[in-house]
């Protein structure tokens, strides 16, 4: 009998061990409140790109089944999510930011872990995240409409916001958490449901988030979590009928894609995709200050930001003196495991992106003949021999029109250009196809104010870099970058909601509006 005691003990102890093991490794989608393996029963490795010996966790390898069931969860959930007020529905995200605040430090680490961004950006990664949860919160007291005069005497007009529906949220690997929450918070607040697929390479910061909002009191089904390939998940996500919205960020080309999918079917359909951003260095400029923005918007997240600092476009009195210092500060850079607080650079995303990057390293200098001036080697000895490691890259004497200063390459990999004038620098900086941020460097106010007027673009930097954008300003971009859409700031609300224009008339009689005429 003790023996048969102590059996049991022993097992029940090893069933605990292999629970907590399953437990750090296994993740689940979020279904209706409930987590759940994929029907396919398959599963998705993330693995660290600064060490890919390191298994970060297994993920739904899901497939249009999960998509579905999430769907209809998000369905169920909408109408009492919809009909809790507001204000109400913000506490409850409140609770969320206060969550993220709690555990921004292990956030940060399993970010840093999942996608290689260094620790100091991946803890901004997810202030972002907190800053967007208060503001978008803020909201629920506000969703302001309007009321304006009506044509006929006795009669009231008004405009009210009404929630979208069911909403297909898409979210990219290069900012893992702040991305989703541009999303999903803002669609919360206006009473909207959601299923959210994040990136299959770094699916546990959205894991992360979406706990963060069952832990907070978010009902069931009202956020839905499905991992997986978007070939399969995301395809599922922007052909499902019922979802009226979908929203995504990534690829120019994937972003074509999702919005035919959705024009098939007459659905909403956001899009932030592309960038190919400009800094503008004036020969007035504090070269110094411009050199520390080129620095940072070009190798920051290893360039994977679609507001890199891909262009420097420099004026030819100043350009070989700032060419040779970002040179200097390009070669000085720590690369190395993110996780690691000296490191400045870490790695990039996966394999195919050191396919791609690499592969517009050797389209600059034989395909266009440019001067790689430094950098351009894929790192894979040492310290670096389990990771994706590209050395932070400056090519020089670039031609505006060269392939490596029009396409977007999305790594450590900056393009020096001269000019001869303002008007020829903002001429380079509109020529291409996309039109997120681009900033100028000068002391002249004039020239500034110029340029910001003359660059088609979303956002606009004067003495900064092209990246550092703030939650409650609106962030997107004209041309191939979007659709016209803004997230952040109060007009993400513009494609969270709908307006519903309201006319009441307690005149007690018909009066049609643009036939009765008031006598004067
Ligand atoms: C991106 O560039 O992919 O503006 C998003 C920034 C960040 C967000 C960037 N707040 O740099």
């Not at 750090?24 to 409930?34: E, M, V």
């Not at 960020?249 to 894609?257: A, K, N, P, V």
Request: hydrophobic share 40%; aromatic share 8%; proline share 4%.
């Amino acid at each position: 009998m003790a023996q048969a005691k102590k059996a049991l003990a022993k097992k029940s102890r090893a069933t605990a061990r292999a629970t907590k093991r399953t437990r750090s490794k296994t993740y689940h989608n979020f279904i209706g409140g409930r987590w759940v393996p994929s029907q396919s029963g398959q599963w998705l490795e993330n693995r660290n790109p600064a060490d890919t010996r390191d298994l970060v966790g297994r993920f739904p390898l899901s497939i249009s089944d999960d998509v579905s069931a999430a769907v209809s969860a998000a369905a169920a959930a909408f109408d009492g999510w919809r009909r809790t007020p507001a204000p109400r529905r913000a506490e409850i995200l409140f609770r969320v930011g206060e969550i993220l605040i709690r555990d921004k430090e292990k956030y940060t680490a399993d970010m840093t872990r999942e996608m290689g961004k260094v620790s100091k950006e991946a803890g901004g990664d997810v202030q972002e995240a907190i800053d967007c949860t208060y503001y978008a919160a803020g909201e629920g007291r506000r969703l302001h409409g309007f009321t304006t005069p009506a044509e006929m005497p006795n009669k009231f007009a008004m405009c009210v916001r009404q929630p979208v529906g069911v909403c297909g949220l898409i979210t990219p690997w290069n900012f893992p958490m702040a991305i989703p929450s541009w999303k999903l918070i803002p669609a919360l607040v206006c009473g909207n449901t959601v299923v959210i697929k994040p990136a299959e390479d770094t699916p546990l910061s959205t894991y992360n988030l979406v706990r963060a909002c069952e832990e907070a009191g978010v009902p069931p089904g009202v956020v839905n979590l499905v991992t997986g390939y978007g070939e399969t998940v995301g395809a599922g996500i922007t052909s499902h009928n019922s979802l009226r919205l979908i929203s995504f960020t990534g690829s120019t080309d994937t972003g074509r894609l999702v919005a035919s999918a959705c024009a098939e079917r007459n659905a909403i359909c956001s899009l932030e995709m592309g960038g190919k951003n400009a800094i503008i260095v004036l020969d007035d400029a504090d070269i110094d200050n411009a050199i520390e923005g080129a620095v940072w918007g070009a190798f920051g997240t290893s360039g994977q930001r679609c507001t890199a600092s891909s262009r420097l476009i420099v004026h030819k009195k100043v350009y070989r003196q700032f060419a040779k210092k970002l040179v200097e500060r390009a070669k000085a850079l720590r690369v190395g495991n993110g996780a690691d607080r000296a490191v400045e650079v870490g790695p990039v995303i996966n394999s195919e992106a050191v396919h791609k990057i690499m592969g517009y390293i050797d389209i600059g200098q034989h395909e266009d003949g440019a001067t790689l001036a430094c950098g351009g080697h894929h790192l894979t000895k040492g310290e670096y021999a389990h990771g994706y490691y590209i050395e932070p890259t400056v090519f020089t004497d670039v031609e505006p029109n060269m392939r490596i200063a029009q396409e977007e390459i999305f790594g450590p990999v900056t393009s020096v250009i001269p000019t001869n004038s303002l008007d020829e620098a903002i001429e380079i900086a509109n020529g291409v196809r996309y039109g997120l941020s681009a900033a100028i460097y000068t002391q002249d106010v004039n020239r500034a104010f110029h340029a910001m007027n003359e660059t088609y673009t979303g956002i606009f930097y004067v003495n900064s870099s092209t990246i550092g954008a703030e939650v409650h300003l609106p962030f997107g971009g004209t041309k191939g970058t979007g659709n016209g859409h803004r997230e952040a700031g109060t007009q993400v609300l513009e494609t969270f909601s709908e307006w519903k224009s309201v006319y009441v008339d307690y005149s007690g009689k018909l009066q049609r509006a643009q036939i009765d005429t008031v006598e004067l």
